[in-house]
């Protein structure tokens, strides 16, 4: 299995390839009052394809650290059950957070047109704040893996809080 570095790119590519369009047509970076006249239709296009991408990309990255963490440290039952219920909630947040964000807007058009009669969509706001909360939620108990997982080794007191250290040094 190749290590989690080359999964990270290799998922990253799709959220790449829609990004740097989006960040074109949206003139991210430049001064407001720089910004030509432009039909906003394509940037809100482009901003909904990387809402719907983003999620799912962050979720199988942690997916695949979290398989690495399995392999590194899941001799114990507990650890291993553990692993496998944070990943099916990682995965399970991944497929309703992906439907509710492809379909957000009804009719999809709506999203980029709201010209549309008869479309509505979710309050967004409050999605993206559950969302994110969501998502710091399982990357805590991700980070708390690494963790459970040095803390059972048979390694001697100082070279276990120079090890947790190095990975408390992650979370700057």
Known sequence: MPPPVLHQ???HGPLDANSLPGIKTNFVGI???EVPPHDLVIPCIWTYIVQILY??????????????????GGQTPRLRIAIY????????????IFGVSAGQCTPISFHWDPTVPGGR?????VFYLVQSGLNIVTDVFTLGVPIWIFLGTKMGRRLKIVT????F???L
């Not at 979720?59 to 690495?68: E, M, P, R």
């Not at 944070?86 to 497929?95: D, E, R, S, T, V």
């Not at 969509?121 to 706001?125: F, T």
Request: proline share 4%; with cysteine.
């Open 55 to 72: 999620y799912p990309v962050l979720a199988l990255i942690k997916s695949s650290v979290l398989v690495f963490l399995l392999r590194l």
């Open 9 to 11: 790119i290799f998922l």
């Open 85 to 96: 219920a944070l990943n099916g909630l990682n995965l399970a947040l991944m497929f309703a």
């Open 121 to 125: 969509c979710i309050n967004q706001p």
């Open 31 to 33: 001064l407001a009052a």
């Open 169 to 171: 040094l992650g979370l």
């Open 164 to 167: 947790l250290y190095v990975f």
